[in-house]
């Protein structure tokens, strides 16, 4: 008998029609249709010591931090299995619901239908890995990894040594996927394999990748998807038997687009069409198929997790001035506006802006060989080879977009380049609006490698 265990479970959290769509910024566009729902996964595994993760995959852009905090805590309270070790991860589908409004600097009240998905999607969230602890049972574990080139680096240098949001083919992207093939073990001690084999819900398949979902809201602005990542997860319950939860965490893709979408003669992105996100999805499934057929061997789950915070300073000498905020309160662009004006009065009044931002951070083993880093917020791909190097890990693997968005985490060299991850985003956060201070980095590693001490 297997001495690992997991269980796992699904549940729709498609929004209703009207509810504000977030990955816009503080603009309020309602969903005008569903191209396609979505789902919050849990996963729970168990080594034999009796340690135990639980991972929740949620189909939304992010949530806020007074959110987070709640749903973790109640699962803790719940499950009895350890707050450090409870992980929520956003697939980051910009074709979600609002779930950051609270994050935005805008002075408007919560929509109610907003608030009433809200709470809802923080029952379903605990239904769902309700029924995940219900369902823990012998596994057979087999980790496994390969790469994937759906991707691209989205920060085009410029010969006047600017920064634009422009497909940069020799940008770094980790193009790394990996994750877990979980199978029941049947009464005879062997797991199941093939498309038909097994009963339903035998087989679970938790595999990552780093790229932005941003394919659907350039092509339908008020459409509710989960965007390639579910056509992916759609894809390899397909080839693999109805009996497969697929589940995905996002990486660090903080700066990378899907390579589809990049106009290579015009060196931009196009705007997606019909069927551009169901592509996508399909080639992630192929890159995970392929590395499932190498036939990785069946390991004993070994859980450790641990959590914890570092301060993300903020530079105030590089604040911009009261006529920047001037300007764009006067926009014509809704969005500029909102934040324009919203800046603006703070700079005016005198309010205290913020020094820092709390930045939740953890590490996370899952076998032996199997461990990951994982940040709040949009993290840049070049945190992961800072953090190999910082954690002497080369196996290491990176999970951004986790607990929390407080915004982009860029690296101290992007930072000195300037650019969206670097500058501009910052405006579009209550914690803003100045850039971060190199010194992040050092916050950084300080931070995981007093974690990473504390699984060793």
């Not at 849990?42 to 806020?64: E, F, K, Q, Y």
């Not at 999970?399 to 930072?415: E, R, S, V």
Request: glycine share 10%; charged share 20%.
């Amino acid at each position: 008998m297997s001495e690992s265990l997991a269980g796992w479970a699904t549940v729709d959290i498609t929004p209703d029609i009207g509810v504000p769509l977030g990955g816009r910024g503080p603009q309020f566009a309602g969903i005008d249709e569903v191209v396609d729902p979505l789902f919050a996964q849990a996963l729970v595994l168990c080594d034999a010591r009796g340690h135990r993760t639980l991972i929740v995959s949620l189909d939304v852009v992010g949530i806020g931090t007074a959110f987070s905090f709640a749903v973790r805590q109640n699962l803790a309270a719940l499950t009895g299995i350890p707050y450090e070790s409870v992980i929520l991860n956003f697939s980051h589908t910009h074709s979600g619901p609002m779930t950051i409004m609270d994050k935005y600097p805008v002075i408007a009240d919560t929509p109610a239908n907003l608030a009433a998905y809200e709470a809802r999607l923080a029952e379903r969230i605990a239904s769902v890995s309700l029924a995940a602890v219900a369902n823990v049972a012998p596994v057979r574990a087999m980790p496994f990894a390969g790469s994937t080139q759906i991707g691209m680096n989205r920060r085009q240098r410029q010969p006047d040594g600017g920064v634009s949001m422009q497909p940069d083919p020799d940008g770094f992207v980790v193009r790394e996927l990996w994750g877990l093939d979980l199978q029941r073990v049947s009464s005879s001690g062997s797991g199941s394999r093939g498309n038909s084999e097994g009963a339903t819900g035998s087989r679970c398949i938790l595999f990552s990748a780093a790229c932005h979902a941003v394919t659907v809201y350039s092509w339908k602005w008020a459409a509710c998807s989960a965007d390639f990542p579910g056509a992916a997860r759609n894809e390899l319950s397909r080839a693999l038997g109805p009996g497969v939860q697929a589940q995905f965490l996002q990486g660090f893709g903080g700066n990378v687009r899907p390579a589809r979408l990049v106009d290579r003669e015009a060196v931009k992105f196009r705007p997606a069409v019909d069927g551009d996100h169901l592509e996508i999805g399909k080639a992630l499934a192929r890159d995970v198929q392929t590395a499932l057929a190498a036939d990785p061997p069946a390991v004993e789950l070994d859980i450790r997790g641990a959590s914890g915070r570092f301060r993300a300073w903020r530079d105030a000498e590089r604040l911009e001035p009261q006529a920047h905020w001037q300007r764009m309160s006067e926009s014509e662009s809704e969005l500029e506006r909102n934040f324009g004006r919203y800046w603006l009065e703070a700079v005016k009044c005198g309010e205290p802006l913020a020094r820092c931002v709390p930045w939740e951070i953890g590490v996370l083993r899952l076998t032996a060989g199997t461990r990951a880093a994982w940040l709040a917020g949009e993290v840049c791909g070049e945190w992961l080879p800072l953090i190999r190097s910082w954690l002497g890990d080369d196996e290491i693997r990176g999970l951004g977009y986790c607990q929390d968005l407080p915004g982009y985490l860029p690296t101290a060299a992007l930072i000195a380049e300037g650019g969206y991850e670097a500058i501009a985003s910052n405006w579009y956060r209550k914690t803003g609006p100045a850039p971060f201070d190199p010194r992040i980095e050092s916050e950084a590693r300080d931070a995981l490698q007093a974690l990473h001490r504390e699984i060793q």
